[in-house]
């Protein structure tokens, strides 16, 4: 109480909205002859990823409709964003994307 008069409680409120942005991962595509190791993950940005960065993503292989599939036979994928293929096996083309625990992009490409 303050003066014999009751506390109103605040007075003033302001409504906050908290965003996230979804990752965008960007088309990849490798030409080479032999074993091919990259990161599918290093181009692709997140606008507010956060301290943690890329540490927290999961890269998933998924079908051209960007539903989860079984990994093609002979890469080996396992969802950190680094791949491996012998180019060997033939040319490869398989889809993946980006899951933060959060937000999930749409699917995108890689072309070898």
Do not use: H
Request: charged residues 15%; negative net charge; proline residues 7%.
């Amino acid at each position: 109480m303050f003066d014999g008069e009751q506390p109103t409680g605040p007075s003033i409120f302001a409504r906050v909205t908290a965003t996230n942005f979804a990752p965008k991962a960007t088309n990849d595509a490798y030409v080479a002859a032999g074993v091919v190791r990259a990161n599918v993950s290093g181009n692709d940005t997140d606008a507010d990823m956060g301290p943690a960065g890329k540490t927290r993503w999961t890269a998933v292989i998924v079908n051209s409709s960007g539903v989860p599939a079984a990994k093609p036979a002979g890469l080996i994928f396992p969802g950190d964003g680094t791949f491996s293929w012998n180019t060997a096996n033939g040319p490869l083309t398989f889809y993946y994307r980006i899951d933060t625990g959060t937000w999930t992009d749409g699917k995108t490409t890689l072309d070898m």
